[in-house]
């Protein structure tokens, strides 16, 4: 597909109930949390839900009374870690508290979509970055099983310096040669910055973003996408979540440090969604933040509150069905330091129902690289391609679309189809990512399809299989 999903995330752990504030529960708030509740009076209602947003958050109810914004309630996962560190690998690797994975979920993805990366990567059916991360080395998310699938732009001078051919001021003397070098050899050694270049320049106006730094790197996603850069999966930053102490002002708890964060996250999303519509992209790009976890239902005594387990999360775009999933907090009648919010959602539910709804994966791929979760409703009905929902035809999670044999050939191999599907497109790829061979439409209807492969040299390649549904391919082995 060409779709794009754009990811924020809030790192530090955020506070969700200061961000969505269950209305009926304002009493016991009000007695677990003295130091940092919101006044009722100040909240923005959501209309029929039961919920305020913070008062930083109009930006939010404007999205969301123009139908661009979803929120899922109280998502997390079970036994909760409360290490940032340990956490964010959770939430970045797509893995339960109790196992280590050293991948990301979405390098996993990418894993299945290009395989053997990076080897001979970009070629010409892949000359763009598989992912871009902008405001980090490089991430967890983006990590496949052999190497990082990503692209990472540390921070936005980086970028505009790259594209301006503007050389980042250095010290004079030996040291300043030395970083010179260094910078030069990193430009050198990123394959993709020309690309980069490429698309950037094609956009040449774009509409206004606030000035501050999640708005920035926004910006700067908004105009690769549509200056045509083929990746798929963007995450940008915003930090500072971690909010022990100070979260509020200790005079007007509407104001102060979670406050401002909220400000710029709100604020920031609304001008990237609306430029993407000025730009003629928004129905290409889903957005959802994330956070490696929320706060404890009782605040501390620094005005501020500790790690904790649930919270909200939110969709932003054109293509999703806005809305609040899920139920209102439920906040216990007896509330210690160590209480928390029970989890709804397991969080790779939202990251199942993205690869079902918007990436049109098929139900055994995404299996595979998550495990087994349902789906949410989160793209909007029209705009949505779940296999296991929307396909006319009787397509199975545990049934491969195609079959390759034999997987040890020498002139000839045979495929049988076993989908229905219109629409279907055939190809041969080599490990280095070439396209060697089309398979042509007037040959789909044989079963099984007999292609000569007797041009192809000795070495692995894969069979390509491409519906509207999903993407998939098979492997076999030329030996000559």
Known sequence: TDRVLVMVFMNGGNDGLNTLVPLAEMSKLSAARPHVLLPENQLIELPGKGLGLHPSLADFKEMYDDDKLLIVQNVGYENPVFSHFRSTDIWMSGSDSQELITNGWTGRYLDLQYPNYPFDYPNENAPHPLAVEIGRSSSLIFQGPNASMGMAIHDPNFFYDLIDNIPAPVPEGPIGARIELIRILAKQSEQYSSRVKEAAERVTQQGVYPNHDLADQLKIVARLIAGGLQT????VELGKFDTHANQVDRSDSTQGLHSNLLKQLGSSIKAFVKDCEGLGVSDRVMGMTFSEFGRRIKSNGSYGTDHGTA??????????????IGKNPKIPNEVDVRSNLDHEFEFRQIYSTVFKQWFCMAD??????LGDFSSLDVVRPEMRCDVSTTSNTDITADVAPMQVYPTLAQSEINIELTSQEEGISLAIIGVDGRHYKDIKSDMLSGSPIRVDISDLVSGQYYVRYVDRYRVTSQSFVVQK
């Open 311 to 324: 919270a909200p999360l939110f969709f932003f775009g054109n293509t999703i069905n806005s809305g609040v």
């Open 364 to 369: 055994n791929e995404v299996k595979n690289i």
């Open 232 to 235: 798929r999966l963007y995450m």
